[in-house]
């Protein structure tokens, strides 16, 4: 079956950066077209980045453009997020998502001084 295994995620001060990572099992990664949302607490999921399955076209939310890049290894099934010049506001959990029904359990990402 799908799954997808988010890592990377943890406590941090604003301006640093971060790595997540997202590993895929159970279907044709290197065909998929892969995204990242997040959700912070009181507030709706948002769409921060989305890459197409050969890793040519990426879009971002304006929220994130020019601080965030998302990346695939498809020899690794694996989809990453950079985060670079966190704010405060980028506190959510993070989650991994192919289709629009499968789902990672998300990491938790805390951007605080």
């Known amino acids: 079956q799908v799954q997808l295994v988010e890592s990377g995620g943890g406590l941090a001060q604003p301006g640093g950066s971060l790595r997540l990572s997202c590993a895929a099992s159970?279907?044709?990664?290197?065909?998929?077209?892969m995204k990242w949302y997040r959700q912070a607490p009181g507030k709706e999921r948002e769409l921060v980045a989305t890459?197409?399955?050969?890793?040519?076209?990426?879009n971002y939310a304006n929220s994130v453009k020019d601080r965030f890049t998302i990346t695939r290894d498809n020899f690794k099934s694996t989809v990453y997020l950079q985060m670079n010049s966190r704010k405060p506001e980028d506190t959510a959990v993070y989650y991994c998502?192919?289709?629009?029904?499968?789902w990672g359990r998300g990491t938790q990402v805390t951007v605080s001084s």
């Open positions: 159970g279907f044709t990664f290197s065909s998929a077209t």
């Open positions: 998502i192919v289709g629009p029904e499968y």
């Open positions: 890459i197409t399955s050969a890793g040519r076209i990426t």
